[in-house]
């Protein structure tokens, strides 16, 4: 790949290592990371209040269903990218919609879609350890989250589209190799 100008997409469901990998690459690579779950958040909140993270799910898929399922890429679009070089390297995280790639795919030729994947059990633990605001401690409401992401579209397509397709089960470190191993 030519380290001169990355644009990629990395989606994947909860705790599968997106935003780990995006961080990663931002480090390694000197590449600006977006994470499509934060700006989700900012624009979905309803009167300014705060959304419980349980929620959070549900809650921006209503309103991206609402407003347009790709107005958080629109809205990093015009945030990050519009005024840019179309030569620009980024790395977006964390989109659940097709139309979201799409969007910016249709600005970028050169985008990659990466797929970050791991095994339910392997998730679940990840999220209990992070313990981050509102994580899930019943690991039926976590299944119950991948269905709705599921749902959303992004994950079944890019399990068949994607450029490059990641096992992320064991390591980060590993992770890292292999993600080294497509980008040098």
Not at 39 to 46: D, E, L, T
Request: glycine share 4%.
């Amino acid at each position: 790949m030519n380290n001169n100008c990355m644009q990629i997409i990395i989606v994947g469901l909860s705790c599968s290592g997106k935003d780990t990998l995006g961080e990663y690459i931002n480090h390694r690579y000197k590449v600006k990371h977006i994470s499509a779950s934060d700006h989700a958040k900012k624009i979905s909140r309803i009167d300014g209040s705060i959304i419980d993270s349980n929620e959070l799910a549900n809650t921006v898929d209503d309103y991206l269903k609402k407003c347009g399922k790709a107005k958080v890429a629109e809205y990093i679009y015009n945030k990050y990218l519009k005024n840019n070089d179309t030569n620009r390297s980024f790395v977006i995280t964390g989109f659940r919609y097709k139309e979201e790639y799409e969007y910016i795919k249709k600005r970028f030729s050169n985008l990659i879609l990466i797929s970050v994947s791991a095994d339910l059990d392997v998730r679940f633990k990840r999220n209990l350890i992070r313990a981050r605001q509102g994580y899930m401690k019943d690991k039926s409401k976590f299944r119950e989250l991948d269905l709705l992401q599921n749902e959303m579209g992004l994950i079944p397509f890019s399990h068949i589209d994607a450029d490059y397709k990641l096992i992320n089960s064991t390591t980060f470190d590993d992770l890292f190799a292999k993600t080294s191993k497509i980008l040098d």
